[in-house]
């Protein structure tokens, strides 16, 4: 079936830098998604990607859809106590089914 | 606009103890329903989706059982509980055109 891979699993980033968190399709997706999943909270939507190479920007949040649309990233800018959380992406696959990845848990240091 | 209720919140069941998880979408009809399954500081897995009433699909081999009695309604069973069942339990609905997953507030079990 469809296997969607994040790395890293976990990061810590320091209050006010920048980081990145990578998603790998293991075949080519009509679109992907990402999710944020606050401590003790449930996985909600931020962005869909549909078009090779497509860039999307969320105010410090950009996503971006690789050329062959088996991969896509999240990049933070000025990282805030706010980002805590574990990034999801997501895949469809199937009858309306989506892989999930297993999530970039992200801790911020003040 | 759709909103998907899930209760209860938490929950802590002694093993060989049966298992109830009820989940309900309000503004849309005939969704995709979904249960998945967190483990603790893990990622996402599919246990079952249905695409209608009756219509049960599952993903792994397990000791739960869904139902779906109703277009809006989806219920996941356990007649007993196991240990490795303790998990974070998410119902979540899917748009048809696979746009974006709705997900409820989950429910924390813990099996004793």
């Not at chain 1, 869909?48 to 990233?73: D, I």
Request: net charge positive.
């Amino acid at each position: 079936g469809q296997q969607v891979m994040q790395i890293p699993q976990y990061q810590h980033v320091q209050e006010g830098e920048d980081f990145t968190t990578y998603c790998n399709s293991s075949t080519t997706l009509s679109n992907i998604q990402w999710y944020k999943q606050r401590p003790g909270g449930h996985p909600v939507f931020l962005i869909q990607l549909v078009k090779s190479g497509e860039v999307k920007k969320q105010k410090r949040l950009t996503f971006q859809f690789g050329e062959a649309k088996k991969n896509s990233s999240l990049h933070i800018t000025a990282t805030q106590t706010t980002d805590v959380g574990t990034y999801f992406c997501a895949g469809p696959y199937g009858n309306n089914r989506l892989a999930f990845g297993k999530g970039n848990q992200v801790v911020v240091i003040p | 606009s759709q909103t998907i209720h899930q209760w209860p919140a938490t929950l802590v069941q002694p093993v060989g103890s049966p298992l109830s998880l009820e989940c309900t979408v309000e503004g849309t009809s005939n969704p995709n329903l979904y249960w998945y399954r967190q483990a603790a500081g893990r990622g996402l897995q599919l246990l079952f989706y249905s695409v209608g009433i009756g219509q049960i699909s599952s993903e792994v081999p397990q000791n739960l059982s869904a139902s779906r009695p109703q277009d809006r309604q989806f219920i996941l069973s356990s007649k007993k509980l196991l240990l490795s069942d303790s998990g974070f339990y998410l119902c979540a609905w899917i748009d048809r055109a696979g746009a974006e997953a709705f997900f409820g507030q989950g429910t924390r079990l813990t099996v004793v």
